[in-house]
Nanobody, 115 residues
Framework: QVQLVESGGGLVQPGGSLRLSCAAS????????MSWYRQAPGKERELVAS?????KYGDSVKGRFSISRDNTKNTVYLQMDSLKPENTAVYYC???????????WGQGTQVTVSS
């Protein structure tokens, strides 16, 4: 049974930091590109960062967010620094197979940046 379980979201003040984690199980983690997406109210889901063969970031988070993965723990992380109110969204973990047409989503974790 495939599971992606996000954690680490919450309420933080502007300029603060949060670290999201996504623990994966039920598939061969190292064979998947792992990404973080986010969806703000009234907006479409957008890519935040991806860690596969290469690392990619959305333009709005470059220099402030950092994605990493630990294949020994089947976990992907998103370190978010210098948070802004516009970063408020539900953040989702995504796993995308490099070999097959398979992808999975976590249930999402809420991040709220507000004073």
């Amino acid at each position: 049974q495939v599971q992606l379980v996000e954690s680490g979201g919450g309420l933080v003040q502007p300029g603060g930091s949060l670290r999201l984690s996504c623990a994966a199980s039920g598939f061969t983690f190292s064979n998947y590109d792992m990404s973080w997406y986010r969806q703000a109210p009234g907006k479409e889901r957008e890519l935040v960062a991806s860690a596969g063969i290469s690392i990619k970031y959305g333009d709005s988070v470059k220099g402030r967010f950092s994605i990493s993965r630990d294949n020994t723990k089947n976990t992907v992380y998103l370190q978010m620094d210098s948070l802004k109110p516009e970063n408020t969204a539900v953040y989702y973990c995504n796993a995308n197979s490099r070999w097959y047409a398979e992808h999975y989503w976590g249930q999402g974790t809420q991040v709220t940046v507000s004073s």
